[in-house]
């Protein structure tokens, strides 16, 4: 059940979006559609998911634990409340005279329902009895024994009623059943639908050849071969290959005007397929149904049985690279469910014997999987008839059960029909099973529940050595109508007093061992005590529930009180589009009546089912049941009704009885509405506030919907008893799911509702003391998923992002952009910050999928360099979705690069495809969000297909310029106060670049506006002055320093992005720009002089300009090594040297270089600085980065040839402090790593850091003394000549020893506050505060994650 499950969820994760932006086509949400699983008793709305829900575990403890462990504030007060009990008479009063105000009152306070015997009736009275049935078949999977259709062919020859539906347009719906243990083989990966026959659907699956052969190790349940598929469906392509086989074989039958033009289609496509035959559809039609009568039906089975080996190895080598087709065969399966028919029929067993016999040709069947349900019900009687003296029909008669050693025969004409106390003396047959001696003339009939409490004597085992007595089984229990105690279960196994009667007729229906499979010694052989093989039918699990929940879910997969309604109505008004219409029907639908109050009319009345129903659920294994059995009258005879009979056993009923509350008749469906009135009376008032206030665009107080939304799932956990529709988070805090699992009826408490005010009916819930996540300061939510599945996760997360920022308004944190000090200014940013987090996850989402769809080939194929490239990719690709600020270009674009650059395909230089645009100021971007979110346009870039950026950046904009207007701020300023905002939280964020629509290939037409994952805009270009804002929304203080900042150049030093010049700069004021985090503007590739230059050169510039990352030391040393060079410019170069006087001891040889004069050299170098700055920085920087296309090349005579015209060379680097001369031979044709070589990382970090405090510290001289200490005091007096930087009028430094400081500074950082919500971070309780705690929580250190 759990890998189903999985492969279920994972489908609902990509699923969230039901429709698009298009048309709607009368979209019915799938937990609104007729049932299409079988029925299951824990089976809940996908709408009502909770990603924190409580686990059925946390029922069952509950019943036994009168507390809430936890050591949360909240749990504490909840525990130290006392509850109260409350009857369900008073529930009932207040139910008939609408006391709406009393009800919701008692939801101030903990409750505990007492039922009371008003309501029961005690069944261990002489007049009440139990009733075994009636006996249902709810389910039925038949799988065949070969390749064929088997599973669905009758026993018959012929019948003119019997037909097929062939649908071959929806091979991707998943198998609907998700317990595993009903199929002999894995079905992940295999299935793939096919149509239906009467209400049974007709499936293929792919199995397994070794499937065909009984004894083959993979037939163990523990080894079926598995497939690597994300659910149950064919792939596509083997789905598609699967329709042109049916095509060829109806083909080959020349039925209707079906033809094959092409039987293997290359490449294979549905738009191949529907060129290649018409079956899925004649011309313009997309959905052919085909109709196949009896005959034809076999005809297709038989071609399916006996060609597929020749089709199969006929198909071209395209269809057969992955083996799938070589290693499986398609074998019929069929499923039906939900037809609740009856058997053991009074007077119709012969009809029911003929038609089971006919029904199938078990001989061809492997496995039939049934469910059985039986009916438990009470009869209270009020008059009896004596039954006839049947002694001589059921030949010896005891006066006990079977099992009993001291039963004895009795003689009914001896024996008296009644005891001294009015109760029926029993007495039973050979088998056990007891002989009615008198039936009911006139009586009532009863409903009843299970006693959680008792039930797990159902599954009791035998006592341990030491007397301890432990269940056999696991089992769930579901609370119902806020009781606690009462309700339904549900086991992977069954009942432990019905396993011995299933032992007992599988060993019937096994065949002995013989021969050689016989195992025992000659001795142990005993005439007439044959041994037989394993077992044939095994019970797979039970369900025991009330069915006056099968009733009200008999054709709907949930009823509307279990969807989540209401809080849909309410949230819906500012639906876009389709869900428009999804909004104005849910409206519609609240307005006729209210989900509860539909309820209640379809339980009213007399007469309504409340039985309890018994459910198994069991596999018989057919081809390994003895020959004689393989037949349906047999099967009927043998096992259905063998298996029916067990309820009526003594020794499985007495202990059932045991676990059963009798109610009294028509009780049972009053105590729903009756129990949860106090829930339904405050749903109802809450609508009869906000109705009339839901018009299009109309936008309703958020916490009223997330609190509405909290009611509706405790309604829903009343009806269904599954723990997983309460939200732990946000519902344990509000009291709601504490008390509802704990005492059984719900509570609020008083730090979400005003104390009094539910009494009152004046709803007043306490905003303050919402809750939050302390990580994203969001407040928390209940209603995500009905809103997502009935509208959009685009539509939830604007939701969202408005709730926030409402909420912020007057619950902002104090750490929250605290050097913003206009208030409204804080809030813009925040609202846009919500938005761009939200475009992170799209961006995110996007590269995500696109990578991974790119390496699967390579991570499921045979090549390993391939696969480990992949490994890497995917690897790279899971460090970069982690990251908080993605789209920067420090350590994120690292991995961005190599997971989005593949270099199988000879990108050895690890480079983004940039943009045709070139490089764009932020400016740009800002601007183009702006106009795109507010004016109705298509979709566009920056925006990405699919995502939830647009519809969030909207609500982010509408919400800013709310601010803006309740700041008194007008007219353009308005706009300008906006696109402040937006531009400050991306430069906060770091939004360096972004990725782009497609280049334009040249074709005709407009070029495509769909975001890629492999080319990216470049925001780096200098933004254009911006105009100054009006002074109206500043203080006057403020207006001063906005004016000041605007007319002055300290605007763009201040700011770490903002353009800056080296050459003005220098290094006399590089303390100003030591912050900056952009390469300056002298650096500029097209200075290098690159057009001439081999490829590897010009993809190491490109290389060098893209990771440039001032945070690592080299590259900013490399940088400021630059400015220095460029400042020496033309003296670049050393003199000429004699051997004779080169030191050869290391320490002398070092000193001797420093010490050397910087000369030019005619007719080479340059006397223009600029282009040093990008050659020097790129020269440096190519060196020290092992994953620099200069560093993975052996050759590299260009490259030394290009930097040593310039003077720029290894030597030069000892010069300039970056490297070390290990032989004479560094001043003549020295060789990198021998005779010269780079500093390690230890020493790059120290100068590093020395460099950049003195640069801090010294005031003026800061550059000079940073000189002195990297290269020497020569260097730096001929920098101070050429004004790069300022000599201080005495000398520093003597000798050649230091006298600075050698200690790193290493530079702050500060980690931003993460808006990531993943999985996990929905279970992280400890990051939940509420707003009244926020100034507090604020001056904290936040906790890390």
């Known amino acids: 059940m759990d ?114 015997n008003e309501h029961t009736i005690p069944k261990d009275g002489p007049n009440v009895i139990p009733r075994v049935g009636p006996h249902y078949i709810d389910h039925t999977l038949y799988v065949g024994n070969r390749r064929g259709l088997d599973a669905a062919i009758p026993k018959i020859r012929a019948d003119h009623n019997w037909q097929v539906t062939l649908d071959l347009a929806n091979t991707h719906r998943l198998w609907p059943d998700s317990n595993v243990a009903c199929l002999p083989f894995n079905p992940i990966g295999r299935m793939v639908y096919i149509g239906t026959r009467l209400q049974e659907q007709l499936w293929i699956a792919l199995v397994p050849t070794s499937f065909f052969e009984p004894n083959h190790p993979d037939n163990a349940k523990a080894t079926y071969p598995a497939l690597n598929a994300p659910s149950t469906a064919l792939t596509q392509n ?190 039973y047959n050979e088998q056990g099973f007891r002989i009615p001696r008198r039936a009911p003339v006139q009586f009532s009939t009863c409903g009843a529940l299970l006693n959680l409490h008792s039930v797990h004597e159902l599954f009791r085992s035998d006592d341990d050595a030491h007397g301890n007595t432990r269940n056999k089984a696991h089992f769930d229990m579901y609370p119902l109508a ?29 065949p002995p061992l013989i021969g050689e499979d016989d195992n025992r010694a000659e001795d142990d052989i005993v005439a007439d005590d044959p041994v037989h093989g394993a077992s044939v039918l095994h019970g797979i699990n039970c369900q025991i529930y009330n069915e006056l929940s099968h009733r009200v879910r008999d054709e709907a997969k949930f009823h509307p009180v279990q969807l989540g309604m209401i809080s849909a109505a309410l949230s819906g008004t500012t639906a876009k589009n389709a869900a428009r219409n999804r909004w104005t029907r849910r409206l519609q639908q609240c307005n006729h009546s209210l989900p ?126 599954n723990a997983r529709v309460l939200s732990r988070r946000l519902m344990d805090r509000a009291w709601i799911s504490l008390s509802i699992i704990h005492d059984g009826l719900p509570s609020i408490s008083d730090t979400f509702v005003a104390y009094g005010s539910l009494k009152t009916g004046k709803l007043v819930i306490r905003q303050e003391s919402w809750p939050v996540d302390q990580e994203t300061w969001r407040p928390l939510t209940s209603s995500r998923r009905t809103q997502e599945l009935t509208y959009s996760k685009e539509h939830y997360e604007a939701y969202e992002a408005r709730f926030t920022i409402r909420h912020a308004i007057n619950f902002l944190p104090a750490n929250i952009y605290p050097h913003v000090n206009n208030h409204a200014m804080r809030i813009a940013c925040y609202a846009a910050e919500i938005a761009f987090r939200v475009y992170f996850d799209d961006v995110k989402h996007l590269v995500h999928d696109s990578v991974l769809r790119e390496i699967k080939p390579a991570l499921e194929g045979d090549n390993r360099h391939a696969r480990s490239v992949a490994k890497d990719r995917q690897t790279a690709l899971g460090r970069w979705l982690d990251e908080d600020y993605p789209l920067s270009y420090s350590n994120p674009l690292t ?69 803006a207007s309740r700041d008194s701020i007008q007219g353009k300023d308005i706009d300008f106060f906006v696109s402040e905002a937006i531009s400050h939280v991306c430069e906060s964020l770091k939004i360096n670049h972004i990725p782009w629509s497609a280049n334009p290939t040249g074709d005709r037409g407009n070029p495509s506006s769909t975001i890629v994952h492999d080319v990216w805009l470049n925001l780096g270009a200098a933004s254009r002055p911006k105009p100054a804002p009006s002074a109206s929304f500043l203080t006057r203080r403020e207006s001063i320093q906005v004016a000041a900042l605007n007319s002055s150049a300290q605007v763009q030093l201040r700011d770490s992005r903002g353009d800056w010049s080296a050459s003005e700069v220098r290094l006399n004021d590089f303390a100003s720009v030591v912050h900056k985090v952009i390469l300056p503007i002298e650096w500029n590739t097209d200075l290098a002089s690159l057009s001439s230059c081999p490829q590897y050169i010009i993809d190491t510039y490109n290389y060098v300009q893209t990771t440039f990352n001032p945070l690592v030391p080299i590259h900013h040393l490399s940088l400021i090594v630059s400015i220095a060079f460029s400042g020496l410019v033309p003296r670049v170069y050393a003199p000429t040297f004699q051997k004779a006087g080169i030191p050869k001891e290391p320490h002398q040889l070092a000193t001797y270089i420093r010490n050397l004069e910087w000369v030019s050299r005619p007719k080479r170098g340059g006397v223009n600085a600029d282009p040093f700055i990008t050659m020097v920085t790129t020269f440096i920087i190519a060196l020290y980065d092992p994953e620099s296309p200069t560093s993975l090349r052996s050759d590299l005579k260009e490259w030394v040839a290009k930097h040593s015209n310039k003077g720029i060379t290894t030597l030069a680097l000892c010069r300039l402090g970056l490297a070390k001369a290990c032989t004479p031979r560094a001043c003549f044709s020295s060789k990198w790593g021998t005779d010269i070589r780079a500093l390690t990382s230890s020493e790059i970090a120290e100068k590093h850091g020395e460099v950049i405090r003195l640069i801090k510290t010294g005031g003026a001289y800061g550059g000079y003394d940073a000189i002195v200490y990297l290269m020497g ?66 001056k904290k250190k936040r906790s890390s994650r």
């Open 3 to 116: 890998l189903l499950q999985a492969a279920r969820d994972q489908n609902d994760n990509h699923d969230d979006n039901p429709v698009g932006d298009g048309d709607d086509r009368d979209h019915v949400d799938e937990d609104e559609q007729p049932n299409n699983i079988p029925f299951d008793v824990s089976e809940f709305p996908r709408q009502l998911v909770a990603r924190d829900g409580h686990v059925q575990e946390d029922v069952h403890t509950a019943l036994y634990q009168q507390q809430a462990e936890s050591d949360r504030d909240y749990v504490a007060n909840f525990n130290t409340t006392p509850p109260r009990t409350v009857t369900l008479t008073k529930l009932r009063t207040m139910y008939r005279n609408k006391d709406s105000l009393g009800a919701m009152g008692m939801l101030s306070g903990r409750h505990r329902l007492a039922i009371g």
């Open 238 to 427: 083997h789905a598609l290959m699967i329709i042109m086989f049916i095509a060829y074989a109806l083909d080959e039958m020349r039925l209707q005007d079906i033809h094959c033009r092409e039987r293997y289609p290359v490449p294979l496509t549905r738009a191949a397929v529907k060129e290649s035959t018409d079956i899925l559809g004649r011309m313009d039609e997309n959905h052919r149904r085909i109709i196949l009568r009896l005959d034809d039906f076999k005809r297709l089975s038989g071609i399916l049985h006996t060609n597929w080996n020749d089709w199969v190895e006929q198909a071209p080598l395209e269809w057969k690279e992955d083996n799938f087709l070589a290693n499986n065969a398609p074998v019929g399966v069929t499923i039906r469910y939900g037809q609740n028919q009856p058997l053991v029929v009074y007077g119709a067993l012969d009809d029911e014997r003929r038609n089971w016999d006919n029904d199938r040709n078990y001989t061809h069947i492997r496995q039939f999987t049934f469910s059985l349900a039986t009916h438990i019900s009470y009869l209270d009687v009020r008059e009896w008839r004596e039954v006839p003296n049947w002694q001589n029909g059921h030949g010896v008669i005891y006066d006990k059960s079977s099992g009993d050693p001291m039963r004895a025969e009795v003689n009914l004409e001896d024996l008296p029909l009644l005891d001294e106390d009015g109760f029926e003396i029993n007495v």
């Open 482 to 510: 806020c009781t606690k105690t009462l309700g339904n279960i549900q086991s992977r196994s069954l009942i432990s007093d019905f396993l011995p009667h299933l032992t007992q007729i599988d060993s019937v229906l096994r």
């Open 596 to 721: 509860h109050e539909r309820f209640n009319d379809k339980v009213s009345g007399d007469n309504q089912p409340q039985a309890l129903r018994f459910e198994n659920t069991y596999t018989l294994d057919v081809y390994r049941m003895k020959e004689e059995f393989r037949n349906g009258i047999d099967i009927y005879d043998h096992v259905i009704r063998q298996l029916l009979k067990v309820w009526s056993h003594p020794t499985v009923l007495s202990p059932i009885k045991d676990t059963i509350v009798v109610f009294q008749p028509n009780r049972i469906p009053s105590l729903f509405a009756w129990a949860t009135f106090p829930l339904t009376a405050l749903l109802e008032t809450i609508w009869e506030m906000h109705s009339n206030t839901l018009v299009d665009g109309a936008v309703i107080d958020p916490c009223v919907i997330e609190f509405t939304s909290m009611i509706e799932r405790a309604l829903n956990f009343s009806h269904t008893g």
């Open 895 to 963: 991995y961005l690069l190599r997971a989005v650059v593949n270099t199988n395909d000879g990108n050895g230089a690890l480079q983004l495809t940039s943009s045709h645009l070139g490089n764009k100021p932020i400016s740009f971007f800002v601007d183009i969000v702006i106009k795109q979110s507010t004016n109705s346009v298509r979709r566009q870039p920056p925006f990405i297909a699919g995502g939830n950026f647009l519809a969030v950046m909207r609500v982010a904009i509408e919400e800013m310029k709310r601010c």
């Open 1273 to 1338: 005091k020569r260097t730096a007096d001929r920098l101070a000549k050429n004004l790069y930087v300022k000599a201080r009028p005495l000398p520093v430094l003597g000798g050649a020893t230091s006298h600075f400081s050698t200690a790193v500074s290493t530079p702050s950082s500060s980690s931003p506050s993460s808006f990531k919500r993943t999985m996990r971070d929905w279970d992280d309780d400890s990051r939940v505060t509420t707003t009244g705690a926020n100034e507090t929580s604020g």
